[in-house]
């Protein structure tokens, strides 16, 4: 990451705003958020397969479910946060189960570059699928976006939900029932 171009590039918006915003007061602004970029940034270098790390050999073939895993990130077509809960579900293959903490570094890594929900939640599920090759893989998202509160439409409050299944959580209903009713029990299929 290019720090001192990202530097830059915030001195350009400030001299953009006009004449009439107090440059003085705003002088160390451009290092601050370069250095801010350069954290909730910070997974855009980072190979999330590599993530999930060790795979541990185990016999067990039940739900695993992560839920509420808290994330922000930046909408990337506003370069405005969004943020909310992950919940993240797989059925192992029997073999192939994943430390706990994993799941939650993998969102951390996904969410820490410019981003969409929708893609973020497929990342997830892809991700797991490809490197632990369970018998199926879950997300949902649900998320509020600054961009929606605070510009266009102005509809605080409001929460998107996305879903991304793959494999067994596809086929089968009891399985897919299942996991999201654990993830809450309000929500009746
Ligand atoms: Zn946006």
Request: hydrophobic share 40%; net charge positive.
């Amino acid at each position: 990451m290019d720090i001192k171009k990202i530097e830059k590039g915030m001195e350009l918006i400030i001299e953009g705003l006009g004449k009439n915003v107090d440059k003085k007061k705003l002088k160390d602004t451009p290092k601050r958020v370069a250095k801010m970029y350069s954290e909730i940034f910070s997974g855009i270098d980072i190979d999330p397969k590599r993530v999930i790390g060790k795979v541990f050999k185990e016999e067990y073939n039940e739900l695993v479910l992560v839920k509420d895993i808290n994330f922000y990130s930046i909408c990337e077509h506003h370069f405005l946060p969004f943020f909310g809960k992950v919940h993240v579900a797989y059925l192992p293959d029997g073999n192939n189960v994943v430390g706990i903490s994993k799941i939650a570094r993998l969102v951390d890594v996904l969410s820490k570059r410019p981003q969409l929900q929708e893609r973020m939640t497929n990342q997830i599920v892809d991700v797991i699928m490809n490197v632990l090759t369970p018998q199926g893989a879950m997300a949902i998202i649900e998320a509020e976006h600054m961009c929606m509160m605070m510009r266009g439409i102005k509809k605080p409050g409001t929460k998107i939900v996305t879903s991304a299944m793959r494999g067994i959580f596809l086929r089968d209903l009891r399985t897919r029932t299942e996991a999201l009713y654990l993830i809450s029990p309000s929500i009746h299929i």
